[in-house]
């Protein structure tokens, strides 16, 4: 799995210089991806030392907070769940799935989210991308969106309820088909634009796009998740510097810390679609450094198997050149959907969730896991004290996190 990075670094000039991939086969198309100024390249060396797997993120505690709401109320919290599986595990913690064992919605499978405050304390951005995550998830509402049903914490601990998606990530599906057809990724990448045209009209720039962050619902189709490092408010010309992603699908911009907007996404979203087609993001290469030299200075390299609408999409979503991009400046997605790629897509049977998934998961049940990563589900569910006392200003930087009760959309 490529690693995840949210840090600020230091741009050393004096790496630049002429590179290429590495990759010199004849029979494949090569794409003209230049910028029109040079660029340097970020020492990698401290970011592999601080890849988001933190051990100390192991546990939920189901003992230590209330069940109560302050008004005297019936409140969702710890006690109200029951866990069932381990779904998932990163840096930020644990993802779990739940029962309900209380309250109207009893029985319902949720899936779990929690996050160690301990641990994202320790990095002010860490803080700031958190309570971004819980707001953005409460106030988005889009059918290819992952949905929010509860908030709530405990002295130690962040939880967010969010609906299960039965099908599992995209990123195991792609990992065991080894590629998609043209035509089942045109499904995928046409429900995922619709997702981010919708983040974009919020201002909202998404910055991890990766087939880990795609969930497929039990019907098939495509759920965005993980909103973690997504930036708010950025309108008009507004950019931010933040160096974050996982690299293999970051943008130039991202990497170069030049300044970027949502244009990053329509990037991630051309290095996702030449994974589906490939096998693999288009520059990757035997070590990090390598591959952000490849981003940046690589040829992208385009098999032969690939129609021409699909290559001639990937080559404009892949443009270093930011204004050059397709999904550049106000037209955003309306351009990329306008695309021959998509000829044959109806865009309104696509939001309306009317076009056939070309994959539907085989489930036994609301409780089946069988589309997860059994190295995780045959984990037992461990539940132990958070034994970390934090001070009050701590928690005060949590404040207004929690919401107990449904979140109606």
Known sequence: MAGVFDIDIDIDPSMGGGLNNGRDSEPEEEADLSVSKEVGLPDLQSMNERLLNDPSVETLDLSEVSSYSSNGGKAAGTSDFELRRVLGKGGYGKVFQVCKVTGEDTGKIFAMKVLKKATIVRNQKE????????????????????????????????????????????FTHLDREGIFMEEKACFYVAEIILALE?????????????????????????????????????????????????????????LTR????????????????????????????????????????????????????????????????????????????????????????????????????????????DEDVSQFDSKFTKQTPVDSPCTTSLSESVNLMFQGYTNHFYIHK
């Open 258 to 365: 030049s300044g970027h907007a949502k244009e990053v996404d329509w990037w991630s979203l051309g290095a996702l679609m030449y994974d589906m087609l490939t096998g693999a993001p288009p520059f990757t290469a035997e070590n990090r450094k390598k591959t952000v030299e490849r981003i940046l200075r690589g040829r992208l390299l385009l098999p032969p198997y690939i129609t021409p609408d699909a290559k001639d999409l990937i080559k404009k979503l892949l443009k270093r050149q930011v204004t050059c991009r397709l999904g550049y400046g106000p037209t955003d997605a309306k351009c990329i959907r306008h695309h021959p790629f998509f000829k044959l897509i109806d865009w309104g049977d696509v939001i309306n969730r009317k076009l056939e998934p070309p994959f539907k998961p085989s489930l036994v049940g």
């Open 127 to 170: 803080t700031a991308h958190t309570k971004a995550e819980r707001n953005i998830l409460e106030a988005v509402k889009h059918p290819f969106i992952v949905d929010l049903l509860y908030a709530f914490q405990t002295k130690g601990k962040l939880y967010l309820i969010l609906e299960f998606c039965s099908g599992g990530e995209l």
């Open 198 to 254: 919708h983040l974009h009209h919020q201002g909202i720039i998404y910055r991890d796009l990766k087939p880990e962050n795609i969930l497929l619902d039990a019907q098939g189709h495509v759920k965005l998740t993980d909103f973690g490092l997504c930036k708010e408010s950025i309108v008009g010309n507004s950019v931010t510097h933040t160096f974050c992603g996982t690299i293999e699908y970051m943008a130039p911009e991202i």
